[in-house]
């Protein structure tokens, strides 16, 4: 027994039952320390003759979040897991795992393999490798068949998802109500056992009836996730592992288990996905503030403009529980609204996600007022008015008279200079950049920016209040169009003049939808309104105006009032209301037109130049951005880009893709393009300084830091 109450791993008998409790903060991740433990603490209760019966639990808030990722790029994985649980599994006392919180990947997989499971009914297990490009790879897809029925074991595997305990039927022995009686109910349960000779029960002398597994229960299943697992390289592994363990006996199944397991370990995605991972919970790490930074207190909000996003954003805190004053300058908007938000609300109860009295709720927290005094007594404002930069100035001049000293004043802007509106009000040290994407309700990003004078407390405060509205906030500086929107301008562009070279656009969105991304750049283009664009280009001439060809196409199917699916046509035609695009040859001349005007050949477009051309200018200016400390470091640009634009998680994001396939490579094709494309290819395929940096040094993105 370790005399090492600090130790990953500690036991406490309590008569002859050894208590064998996980204690590595912050979630028991089975790293090394760990499974060393588990493996001492086991054998020393196997060999102590007053023992007779072993229990597995934790004394963290957490059973186990199982394997410690961070281990996997070092690939130390001795002792292995499976050993762990080979040493358990074959123990010749009742080896009992007593979940007192959630259990997920190796965790709940260290469950699978004791003789007896206990935990509370609401209590949380899942497998979710899947999320991280893998497959549960420590007896998971064979054991959860065996106890929970293949049907489950193969949602829970496959979709990552987790589950309630009461939903997994016949993992558990005792399932017990109240969280606070699991270890006396369990050690009553522990005593009948050992009164009653303790039979030892092995999942894996459990055999699966094939009937209850048809081979039409797998293909039913692959058709069923075949949408949401597209591109994805292990659900099909995941699948595969569960047919082994109906196909297969149980130690055949396993060595099928480990084959995919490291198949799905040594692929890109694993890599993406896993960088992915720490990418994510990176994004809250930041330097602007530390522990001692106070934060605000954010009880009540104001929201300035109930437009598109002013009413998606302020259903986000009445989703939290938190009171919304609205404010807008004519009561018809407001009204109109407010309906808005309510409409969307009912649209929810009908598909079952609310009850009536949850959009009464939500709607009862949500104010409406026409005057600034309402907004007195808030604690944040967040303006989400025209996109005019006298406008948003005349707004925050207001909101600096009106509004408590210590409110954070927020503006939901997504091209204007942060700085001068902050300029506008008499504290810019209040003022802060809260950049929702549309529709607010429902996307998971926030770009929090950080204006020159933003105080630490106002950015400390704006990310932990991104977590209570459920929401991936990263923080980025003030550039035009900040990071997500500043690096979709050259792909948008690209698009654009590939069409004008000939290329149709459904070539260039398949090439992209292929990559993964949800859609092409001009189904995308069509879905927003071409229109959004045309304006942007329209203020920014003196960025753009030294190419006559900028988005020719697209400017002359919006003065042709082909705006996109709003109206019906586009950059392709929508017929009687339909949402599928489909794709008009007036468009290619169109492009014809225009490529003969500027004296710009047609040609036919590899799908590898597609590509390129398309995805490398953006990740050149995630390079150009991460040099002028826009964003603080590569993997913010990656969460940007997944939650914000649905890059595909499988390639990590832009600058994960680029790490992974190599620096040198985009590197040396933003070259080729700009000594091939001609005065276009000097124009816009520069790499950017960083690129060639890191490309020379055979370093990645990742491990730059300004
Ligand atoms: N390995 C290593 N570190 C982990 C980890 C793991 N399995 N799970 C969480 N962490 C780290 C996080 O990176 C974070 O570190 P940070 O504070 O330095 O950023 C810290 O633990 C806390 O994590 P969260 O912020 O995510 O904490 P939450 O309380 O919000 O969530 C959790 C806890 C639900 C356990 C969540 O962390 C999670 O989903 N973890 C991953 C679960 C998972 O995928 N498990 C499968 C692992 S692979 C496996 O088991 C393979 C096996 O089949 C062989
Ligand atoms: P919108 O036109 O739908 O809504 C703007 C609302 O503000 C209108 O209801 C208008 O009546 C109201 N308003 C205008 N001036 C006002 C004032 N002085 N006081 C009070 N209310 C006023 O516009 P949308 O799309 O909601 O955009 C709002 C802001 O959000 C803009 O800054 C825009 O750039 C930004 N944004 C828009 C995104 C989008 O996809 N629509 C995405 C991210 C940011």
């Known amino acids: 027994m370790s005399a090492d109450k600090s130790a990953a791993v500690i036991s406490q008998n309590q008569g002859n039952v050894a208590l064998v409790l996980m204690q590595s903060p912050p979630v028991n991740a089975l790293s090394k320390a760990v499974r060393i433990g588990l493996i001492e603490e086991i054998k020393a209760a196997l060999n102590d003759d007053s023992i007779q019966a072993i229990v597995i639990s934790s004394q963290q808030p957490l059973f186990s979040g199982g394997a410690d990722i961070s281990e996997f790029s070092g690939g130390d994985f001795e002792p292995p897991l499976p050993d762990v649980l080979d040493l358990i599994e074959n123990a010749d006392k009742p080896v009992i795992a007593v979940l007192n919180g959630p259990a997920f990947g190796g965790g709940l997989e260290v469950a699978l393999a004791c003789h007896y499971r206990i935990t509370f009914a609401a209590n949380k297990v899942g497998l979710p490798e899947v999320n991280l490009?893998?497959?549960?790879?420590?007896?998971?897809?064979?054991?959860l068949p065996r106890l929970a029925g293949v049907a489950k074991a193969l949602d829970m595997i496959v979709t990552g998802k987790p589950a309630k305990a009461s939903t997994v039927k016949g993992a558990f022995d005792l399932i017990v109500e109240q969280p606070e009686a699991l270890m006396e109910e369990s050690l009553n349960f522990i005593n009948e056992l050992i009164k009653n000779g303790a039979a030892i029960k092995r999942t894996k002398d459990i055999s699966i009836d094939p009937a209850s597994a048809p081979a039409e229960l797998f293909a039913q299943f692959r058709q069923g996730i075949a949408k949401q697992a597209r591109g994805f390289f292990s659900p099909e592994r995941c699948i595969q592992a569960v047919e082994a363990a109906v196909e297969l006996p149980m130690e055949a199944g396993l060595k099928r288990e480990g084959e995919l397991f490291m198949e799905c370990m040594q692929s890109p995605q694993a890599r993406a996905q896993q960088h992915f991972f720490f990418a994510e919970r990176a994004a809250g790490h930041v330097d602007d503030f530390d522990k001692s930074t106070p934060v605000r207190d954010i009880k009540k909000v104001g929201i300035i403009g109930a437009g598109t996003m002013g009413g998606g954003i302020a259903m986000n805190f009445a989703n939290a529980g938190i009171p919304v004053v609205m404010l807008e300058l004519k009561q018809e908007a407001l009204d109109k609204g407010l309906a808005v938000i309510r409409r969307n609300y009912e649209n929810s109860a009908k598909k079952g996600k609310l009850s009536a009295d949850d959009v009464e709720n939500r709607m009862a927290l949500l104010m409406g007022a026409t005057d600034y005094d309402a907004l007195s007594d808030v604690d944040l404002v967040i303006e989400a008015v025209f996109e005019k930069m006298e406008v948003k100035k005349q707004v925050f001049g207001k909101l600096g008279e009106v509004c408590k000293p210590g409110a954070i004043l927020a503006s939901n802007t997504s091209t204007l200079d942060l700085d001068e509106i902050a300029a506008s009000t008499s504290r810019p040290q209040d003022v802060i950049g809260l950049h929702f994407f549309s529709p607010a309700n429902v996307?998971?990003?926030?770009?929090?920016?950080?204006?020159?004078?933003?105080?630490?407390?106002?950015?400390?405060?704006?990310?932990?209040?991104?977590?209570?509205?459920?929401?991936?906030?990263?923080?980025?500086?003030?550039?035009?169009?900040?990071?997500?929107?500043?690096?979709?301008?050259?792909?948008?562009?690209?698009?654009?003049?590939?069409?004008?070279?000939?290329?149709?656009?459904?070539?260039?969105?398949?090439?992209?939808?292929?990559?993964?991304?949800?859609?092409?750049?001009n189904t995308m283009g069509d879905m927003a309104g071409l229109d959004i664009g045309y304006f942007v280009r329209q203020s920014r001439q003196e960025f753009i105006s030294h190419d006559p060809s900028y988005a020719v196409v697209a400017d002359r199917l919006v003065e042709e009032g082909r705006v996109g699916l709003k109206v019906g046509k586009g950059i392709y035609l929508y017929e009687d209301g339909s949402r599928v695009p489909v794709p008009d040859p007036q468009v290619l001349e169109i492009a014809k037109q225009e490529a003969d005007k500027l004296g710009v050949e047609q040609r036919a477009h590899s799908e590898q130049e597609i590509l390129e051309r398309c995805i490398f200018p953006l990740i050149n200016e995630g390079a150009q951005i991460l040099e002028e400390g826009i964003a603080a470091k590569s993997s913010d640009i990656d969460v940007i880009y997944v939650y914000g634009y649905g890059f595909p998680v499988y390639r990590g994001g832009p600058m994960q893709y680029a790490d992974e396939?190599?620096?040198?490579?985009?590197?040396?094709?933003?070259?080729k393009y700009r000594d091939e494309l001609g005065e276009y290819g000097k124009m816009w395929f520069e790499p950017a300084p960083l690129l060639k940096q890191l490309a020379e040094q055979g370093k990645r993105f990742a491990d730059y830091r300004k």
């Open 443 to 521: 996307m998971k990003l926030l770009e929090v920016v950080k204006g020159e004078k933003t105080a630490a407390d106002v950015i400390k405060t704006s990310m932990k209040m991104a977590k209570t509205i459920r929401k991936v906030a990263v923080l980025v500086g003030v550039c035009f169009g900040f990071v997500g929107n500043r690096m979709i301008e050259p792909y948008g562009r690209e698009s654009n003049r590939l069409t004008l070279e000939g290329a149709s656009p459904e070539q260039v969105d398949k090439v992209i939808y292929d990559f993964g991304m949800p859609m092409g750049p």
């Open 133 to 143: 490009g893998i497959l549960p790879g420590a007896g998971g897809t064979q054991r």
């Open 661 to 671: 396939i190599g620096l040198d490579k985009v590197y040396q094709a933003m070259c």
